[in-house]
């Protein structure tokens, strides 16, 4: 892939982006959210887990 197709393809992905509805890219988000969580506990069980709620507790 050259340099051209690359800012081509990154244009086009970012306008689809911004056309979508407000509503539509929250949800978007809280799924990637949703999803990146439940992977962490699949492959390392609950200690990922336990160790980020530990360090945002301290935070707080």
């Known amino acids: 892939m050259s340099g051209n197709d690359y800012v ?3 244009t086009q992905e970012i306008v689809k982006y911004m056309d979508l509805p407000e509503e539509e890219r929250k949800k978007r988000k809280e799924q ?5 969580a439940a992977l962490s506990s699949k492959w390392f069980g609950v200690l990922p887990f336990a160790l980020k709620f530990m360090f945002n507790k301290k935070q707080h």
């Open 8 to 10: 081509k393809f990154m």
């Open 32 to 36: 990637k959210k949703q999803q990146e």
